[in-house]
């Protein structure tokens, strides 16, 4: 029986150290399922690994695209099924950790099957984005699915703020000439691995506080300057997310610098409620305290296999 040991939670939780605590335990390897950290031009601001965390335990799926190419979770699916059923040849288990919910459904339960998109209709997309704001992409939406439309903004009304989110729904309206809606709900693909699910999490003032922190590490470390050399390539849709928008607000001349740290920081919060949101929904996934012994966690995996 292969088993994916599967670490979701809030950014800033701990995943990581325990990701790595559990890969030397069970003497595997990791997949990273955060859609931020696999661009390699993005290191600060998206928290990745750093060299002694990497050395102490095998990582996948860790800046291993440019922000220049067109990377989907379709693409991400696909290629972490292919690593994974490379991993489970050698070893019963491998750990899965995500703070990108779609991308973590994508590889438990299977993603809807789109057809190929002409490149040219989200290059079009893209530049009436860029000319017309947001307000665009939701009008798009609104009057190709309806339907799709209402039910976003009554269940998830955040996601129709999401540039990257609204592009992709548009652009599948438009070159399929079909509703998005249309797509979901397929049969998905059968696993030959057994999820376990484990989920850290907080109080929310601790969550907070440690948003806020890791946020003022990341400025001290150096995201300001990395900001700074990504500026150029502000429209590119790896670029369209928490820590780098604000700062390319404060080279606009919109934001003062201390007004943009805080914009980071609000944000980074809010997108940790949506991920608890999204993360709650999995009735199987067992929650534990951040700050709980790894053995607690440890010996509730190996009851469960």
Same mark, same amino acid.
């Given at each position: 029986?292969?088993?994916?040991?599967?670490?979701?939670?809030?950014?800033?939780?701990?995943?990581?150290?325990?990701?790595?605590?559990?890969?030397?335990?069970?003497?595997?390897?990791?997949?990273?399922?955060?859609?931020?950290?696999? @661009?390699? +031009?993005?290191? $600060? *601001? %998206?928290?990745? !690994?750093?060299?002694?965390? #990497?050395?102490?335990?095998?990582?996948?799926?860790?800046?291993?695209?440019?922000?220049?190419?067109?990377?989907?979770?379709?693409?991400?699916?696909?290629?972490?099924?292919?690593?994974?059923?490379?991993?489970?040849?050698?070893?019963?288990?491998?750990?899965?950790?995500?703070?990108?919910?779609?991308?973590?459904?994508?590889?438990?339960?299977?993603?809807?099957?789109?057809?190929?998109?002409?490149?040219?209709?989200?290059?079009?997309?893209?530049?009436?984005?860029?000319?017309?704001?947001?307000?665009?992409?939701?009008?798009?939406?609104?009057?190709?699915?309806?339907?799709?439309?209402?039910?976003?903004?009554?269940?998830?009304?955040?996601?129709?703020?999401?540039?990257?989110?609204?592009?992709? @729904?548009? +652009?599948?309206? $438009? *070159? %399929?000439?079909? !509703?998005?809606?249309?797509? #979901?709900?397929?049969?998905?693909?059968?696993?030959?691995?057994?999820?376990?699910?484990?989920?850290?999490?907080?109080?929310?003032?601790?969550?907070?506080?440690?948003?806020?922190?890791?946020?003022?590490?990341?400025?001290?470390?150096?995201?300001?300057?990395?900001?700074?050399?990504?500026?150029?390539?502000?429209?590119?849709?790896?670029?369209?997310?928490?820590?780098?928008?604000?700062?390319?607000?404060?080279?606009?001349?919109?934001?003062?610098?201390?007004?943009?740290?805080?914009?980071?920081?609000?944000?980074?919060?809010?997108?940790?409620?949506?991920?608890?949101?999204?993360?709650?929904?999995?009735?199987?996934?067992?929650?534990?305290?951040?700050?709980?012994?790894?053995?607690?966690?440890?010996?509730?995996?190996?009851?469960?296999?």
């Amino acid at each position: 029986m292969k088993h994916l040991i599967t670490i979701v939670g809030p950014t800033a939780i701990g995943k990581t150290a325990l990701s790595i605590a559990l890969a030397q335990h069970f003497k595997c390897e990791i997949i990273s399922c955060d859609s931020r950290q696999f @661009f390699k +031009e993005m290191t $600060i *601001g %998206t928290a990745v !690994p750093n060299p002694d965390e #990497l050395k102490a335990a095998t990582h996948h799926f860790i800046q291993n695209k440019s922000i220049f190419e067109n990377y989907t979770v379709g693409d991400y699916e696909k290629e972490a099924l292919y690593k994974l059923e490379e991993l489970f040849q050698n070893n019963d288990f491998v750990i899965l950790i995500g703070g990108s919910g779609l991308y973590v459904d994508a590889i438990l339960k299977g993603f809807d099957e789109f057809p190929e998109i002409d490149p040219e209709i989200r290059s079009e997309i893209n530049a009436n984005y860029e000319k017309l704001g947001i307000e665009y992409l939701q009008e798009q939406l609104k009057s190709l699915d309806p339907d799709y439309y209402q039910k976003i903004t009554l269940e998830n009304p955040q996601t129709l703020q999401n540039p990257q989110r609204m592009m992709r @729904f548009t +652009e599948v309206c $438009i *070159g %399929t000439h079909k !509703p998005y809606s249309s797509f #979901l709900n397929q049969k998905k693909n059968n696993r030959n691995f057994t999820p376990v699910l484990i989920g850290l999490e907080a109080d929310r003032q601790i969550i907070y506080d440690r948003i806020n922190q890791r946020v003022d590490i990341m400025i001290q470390q150096g995201l300001l300057e990395e900001a700074q050399l990504l500026y150029p390539n502000k429209s590119l849709n790896a670029l369209q997310t928490v820590g780098y928008r604000e700062l390319f607000s404060y080279f606009d001349g919109d934001f003062s610098l201390p007004f943009a740290i805080e914009e980071i920081k609000k944000n980074t919060r809010r997108f940790s409620k949506r991920q608890l949101t999204w993360f709650k929904r999995n009735e199987v996934t067992k929650w534990f305290d951040y700050a709980n012994d790894r053995k607690t966690i440890i010996d509730y995996i190996e009851k469960s296999l």
